[in-house]
Every structure is written in structure tokens, then in C-alpha cells.
């Protein structure tokens, strides 16, 4: 078995299909002597797909700091860590970035590997312009604050890409359709899983379909701003 190049290996996994791990992944996941998951329950359930037994170590966002400075410290010892999310890449509305602030601070040797990732992924199949994107993370749940984000989305150059619960997707459509009938919208949903779904079209129009049946699921939204053409198929 190849030696560990890193002292941490930030490493993205599949968004809904196991299939989409790539083979350096795995080999990385194979190799390090203890994987960080912010849910080890639920990673354990990709790793014992690929026959991956690991120690597993609990990182999530009410206990990273405390485990950033435990893994930076390790990492110095000798030990080779892996860190993954839930899903995608992990720092990215996950777990990750005080980490990476703390392993700086230390000097510990770290890399992040490419794969997959569902801003990306919901911007290419969106059919909204690609040459310049804001993501915003998860939507404020507080009417006021998702107000301005959304009028700043409709006025924006570019597209604008946000996480937003299934929950209150309906009325974030309808508030984008009050504010401009005619923004061009993506509600991408369950990426790569078995319903994947792309609901494209005007805010108006997604919010009179929404109306009628609201979508499920894992959702990214997406507003094309005031440069994206306002027909969308």
C-alpha cells in the first residue's frame, strides 16, 4: 500500500449516487489511518459498500472546533486523516472550514480532492447562464433577511445558487415570482438519485406548478438574474 502524501485529505463523496465516488477517493479513504464524518452512521453505510473499514471519528458542526484541534495535533503526530460530509464536498455548508483554518494555523500538510459537488452540478443542468455564479449556502429562514437575498438574486448579473428545504421551497417561489414574474428559475431536485428532477421555467410559472404538488427532496434553487434569457425550457 502507497504512503499518505498528506496529513489530511479532504475528500468529497457522492451527492445521492454511490457510483459517482472517484477512484482516487477511495483509494484515499483506503489508505488514511482514521476517517472524520460528520455522520459516522450514515458513512458508514458508503464505506461498507466499497469494503472500507475504517476507525471513524465524529466531526460535525457543534463539535468541530473541538475535534479540529484533536485531528490537527494527531495529523502531527503521524496519523493520516480523511474528512467527508454527509454528501458533496465537505467545507462547503458542511463541516470543514475551521478545520482547514486550524490545520494552517499548525502547519499540518492538507489537500482537497475534486468530485462530486451539487452547486456544480445543478448550475450545469440548470440551463442558466455559467460564466459567472454567486452560491449562497442555505437560504435565512427569517422572511426578512431571504427577502433581500432574493431581490439581490433578481437583480444579480449572475446566477444565483441556494440550498433551500423542501418545506419552504413553495413559498421561496412564489416570494421570487411577487418580486418578478419573469426571472428565470431552476428548482434542481434529488441530483443523481433515482427522481432527479429539473423544474425550469419563470418564477410565476414554478409557482403555479408548485402550488398543485410541491417538490420533495433535496433541493438546490437557482435565479437566473437579469442577463439570463427569460424563456426557459
Not at 477517493?25 to 458513512?43: G, Y
Amino acid at each position: 500500500m502507497a504512503e499518505v502524501e498528506y496529513s489530511v485529505y479532504f475528500v468529497p463523496v457522492p451527492i445521492g449516487n454511490r457510483a459517482d465516488v472517484t477512484l482516487r477517493a477511495l483509494d484515499v479513504l483506503r489508505k488514511v489511518d482514521v476517517i472524520a464524518c460528520e455522520d459516522t452512521r450514515h458513512s458508514g453505510l458508503l464505506l461498507s459498500h466499497y469494503e472500507i473499514r475504517k476507525p471513524l471519528m465524529s466531526m460535525h458542526d457543534h463539535n468541530e472546533q473541538s475535534r479540529a484541534g484533536e485531528i490537527a495535533a494527531r495529523a502531527a503526530g503521524g496519523e493520516s486523516f480523511a474528512v467527508i460530509s454527509d454528501a458533496g464536498m465537505p467545507g462547503v455548508s458542511d463541516p470543514g472550514y475551521r478545520l482547514i483554518q486550524t490545520l494552517k494555523e499548525k502547519e499540518v500538510s492538507f489537500t482537497v480532492l475534486p468530485g462530486p459537488s451539487a452547486v456544480v452540478t445543478a448550475l450545469v443542468g440548470s440551463g442558466l447562464p455559467t460564466d459567472a455564479f454567486f452560491f449562497g449556502g442555505f437560504l435565512p429562514v427569517k422572511s426578512g433577511r431571504k427577502g433581500s437575498m432574493l431581490q439581490a438574486a433578481v437583480e444579480a448579473s449572475h446566477t444565483s445558487i441556494f440550498y433551500e428545504s423542501p418545506h419552504r421551497i413553495v413559498k421561496t417561489v412564489q416570494a421570487l415570482a411577487a418580486l418578478d414574474p419573469d426571472v428565470p428559475v431552476c428548482v434542481a431536485r434529488e441530483l443523481t438519485k433515482t427522481f432527479e428532477t429539473y423544474h425550469r421555467g419563470p418564477a410565476s410559472r414554478l409557482a403555479a406548478e408548485f402550488a398543485e404538488r410541491a417538490p420533495k427532496g433535496e433541493i438546490v434553487l437557482l435565479v437566473g438574474g437579469v442577463n439570463a434569457p427569460r424563456a426557459v425550457n
